[in-house]
């Protein structure tokens, strides 16, 4: 049972570029959303979030855009650099709190 | 920055034995969770922590597993009779509050092989 589906394993892309990061999840009745970082051998690092109401949240380089109709969470990273080579995952929180499989981002120089 | 501290970083233990796995979370976090994930796998959610009980928990998280805050600082991991497939990284994580935008700081997990 996904609740929460991160349908790229991989993407790479070149640095200056931006990179794009997508998330879609199932259960309408989730309040936040949150983007986090893993590097190989470290826990996961929070990034940013975006609450249900709210359709945008910037942060410096990175921005999450939310559209509810389409259950459907993005993240932007621009410019992207190497050092945000790393595996990002998407995460909801209702009950509980539910993690995408993950998509292994490469920044090439 | 106040961590998440887990201890150990690698735990190997045989089949049917009994581990518990250790964590320190942020000093003024009030919840408190557990995660793990097997090799190739999602983050999957165990357990969750708040005044001194349950607050919720996954179908992963059954009869095999306990969680206990004994001392006020150090949050643990018991996995009684350990199975082959409960080899995994075990992640801790503690949150000031439970919403979105108090989000949970991870530790950098237990890798727990079990043989």
């Known amino acids: 049972d996904q609740q929460v589906k991160q349908n790229s394993p991989s993407l790479s892309v070149q640095e200056g570029r931006i990179s794009i990061l997508n998330c879609d999840y199932t259960?309408?009745?989730?309040?936040?959303f949150l983007w986090y970082k893993k590097y190989p051998a470290e826990g996961p690092t929070f990034l940013i979030s975006?609450?249900?109401?709210?359709d945008k949240n910037e942060d410096g380089r990175f921005t999450v855009f939310l559209n509810k109709s389409a259950k459907h969470l993005s993240l932007h990273i621009v410019p992207s650099q190497p050092g945000d080579s790393a595996v990002y995952f998407c995460a909801s929180t209702g009950n509980q709190f539910y993690f995408g499989t993950g998509t292994s981002l490469t920044v090439i120089p | 920055e106040p961590e998440v501290t887990q201890t150990p970083s690698h735990q190997v233990t045989q089949m049917g034995q009994e581990v518990i796995l250790r964590c320190v979370p942020i000093?003024?976090?009030?919840?408190f969770y557990w995660y793990r994930q097997i090799l190739g796998q999602k983050v999957e959610f165990l357990v969750s922590?708040?005044?001194?009980?349950?607050?919720?928990k996954s179908e992963i998280f059954d009869d095999q597993f306990s969680v206990e805050r004994p001392d006020g600082s150090n949050f643990t991991l018991k996995i009684r009779s350990t199975k082959l497939e409960d080899s995994a990284m075990y992640f801790c994580a503690s949150s000031l509050g439970q919403l979105g935008n108090q989000p949970q700081h991870f530790g950098d997990g237990t890798r727990l092989s079990i043989l």
């Open positions: 259960n309408s009745m989730f309040d936040y």
């Open positions: 975006i609450s249900s109401i709210k």
């Open positions: 922590f708040y005044n001194n009980e349950i607050s919720e």
């Open positions: 000093s003024n976090h009030l919840y």
